[in-house]
């Protein structure tokens, strides 16, 4: 059973490893932060010609030319970002985002376990222990 356990946990790592997002959901994903803003950039400057116009018939602009530039402003940050969280979340193995699996700390952990055990106390005084910039290197 545990025999089992582990290979699924190792195939499903192995999958997210390998996984990739589809080219055509990156290419709509950037076309629509760069088309989107230019397309709704009239129903945005909308808010300032309601505050400008002489029209007394048409509702005054409650936020005024303020909010066009706000949430034009806070659509294209917001569709940035996300874009960004795709990137990022697209490999968790290559040690570039903030949330990646860092294998260096693995490394040193392990290498310290070495200090422990029936020949740890041998190991220090010989100072044959792992050393992270040295032996890392070498790998």
């Known amino acids: 059973q545990f025999l089992h356990d582990m290979v699924l946990q190792w195939e499903e790592i192995k999958i997210v490893s390998c996984y990739r997002s589809p080219v055509g959901l990156k290419r709509f994903c950037y076309a629509l932060i760069h088309v989107a803003p230019v397309a709704l950039a009239p129903f945005w400057g909308h808010f300032c010609h309601k505050e400008h116009d002489g029209d007394t018939d048409a509702l005054p602009s409650r936020y005024g030319c303020f909010s066009g530039y706000f949430v034009g402003v806070l659509y294209s940050a917001i569709l940035t970002c996300l874009y960004r969280v795709l990137n990022d979340l697209e490999d968790p193995f ?5 949330d990646d699996i860092r294998w260096d700390l693995w490394n040193l952990q ?11 106390r041998a190991l220090r005084q010989r100072g044959e222990l792992f ?3 040295k032996d890392a290197k070498q790998d």
Not at 94 to 98: H, K, P, R, S
Not at 110 to 120: R, V
């Open 94 to 98: 290559d040690g570039e985002g903030d």
């Open 110 to 120: 392990t290498g310290h376990l070495g200090m422990f055990g029936q020949d740890g």
């Open 131 to 133: 050393r992270p910039g």
